[in-house]
C-alpha cells in the first residue's frame, strides 16, 4: 500500500484544517487507517485510527472532540477533520494502514505515508 498525505499548512490558533490521505495499491477497505503525528523533539504520537467499514473510530484525548477522522473507500482516502487548533498541535502528521483493531502503536501499522506539516501559530 502506498500512502500520500496532503493538505498540511499554517493556520492560526482556533482555525481548522483538513487532512487527506490517498492510497494505492491494495483493498484499501481492508485496513485499518491511523493518524500520527510528531512534533520537533518529541516522539511520534498517536492521534486516531478509523476501521475498514469506517464504523469504528478512536482517538486520543489530546485531539477527542477537537478531530474528526472519516474515510471514503470509494475514493481510496482517509480524512483528518482538525478543529479549534492549538499551537501544541504544531507536528509533522502522517497516515498510516494497518490491519489490527484497535491500533494506537505506530510499530503495528504496516504502511506509512510521507507525512504533511502541520503549523499552529498563536
Known amino acids: 500500500v502506498q500512502l500520500q498525505a496532503s493538505g498540511g499548512g499554517l493556520v492560526q490558533a482556533g482555525g481548522s484544517l483538513r487532512l487527506s490521505c490517498a492510497a494505492s495499491?491494495?483493498?484499501?477497505?481492508?485496513?485499518?487507517m491511523g493518524w500520527f503525528r510528531q512534533a520537533p523533539g518529541k516522539e511520534r504520537e498517536f492521534v486516531t485510527t478509523i476501521r475498514g467499514s469506517g464504523r469504528n473510530t478512536y482517538y486520543a484525548d489530546s485531539v477527542k472532540g477537537r478531530f474528526t477522522i472519516f474515510r471514503d473507500n470509494a475514493k481510496n482516502t482517509v480524512y483528518l477533520e482538525m478543529s479549534s487548533l492549538k499551537p501544541e498541535d504544531t507536528a509533522v502528521y502522517y497516515c498510516?494502514?494497518?490491519?489490527?483493531?484497535?491500533?494506537?502503536?505506530?510499530?503495528?501499522?504496516?504502511?506509512w505515508g510521507q507525512g504533511t506539516q502541520v503549523t499552529v501559530s498563536s
Open positions: 495499491g491494495r483493498t484499501f477497505s481492508n485496513y485499518v
Open positions: 498510516a494502514a494497518g490491519r489490527d483493531w484497535i491500533t494506537t502503536e505506530g510499530r503495528q501499522y504496516d504502511y
